[in-house]
């Protein structure tokens, strides 16, 4: 890394920083947000990409 806060500042995969938080739980939408069993909502967390979705079961 050119600058030493780089391992802090980079949370992209296979970083130290971006496997640290991948450990913790971070909300990323609103359960009012999805309906049951309805079409998966696109998110963007942590640099990466994701799919959430609830089913009728919660």
Do not use: C, N, Y
Not at 9 to 17: E, I
Not at 44 to 54: D, H, I, Q, S, T
Request: no cysteine; charged share 30%.
């Amino acid at each position: 890394m050119s600058d030493k806060f780089g391992v802090l500042t980079r949370v992209g995969p296979d970083t130290p920083a971006g496997d640290l938080f991948r450990q913790i739980r971070l909300p990323v939408a609103k359960s009012s947000e999805f309906e049951a069993d309805g079409e998966p909502i696109r998110l963007m967390a942590r640099g990466e990409r994701l799919v959430g979705f609830r089913d009728t079961q919660g």
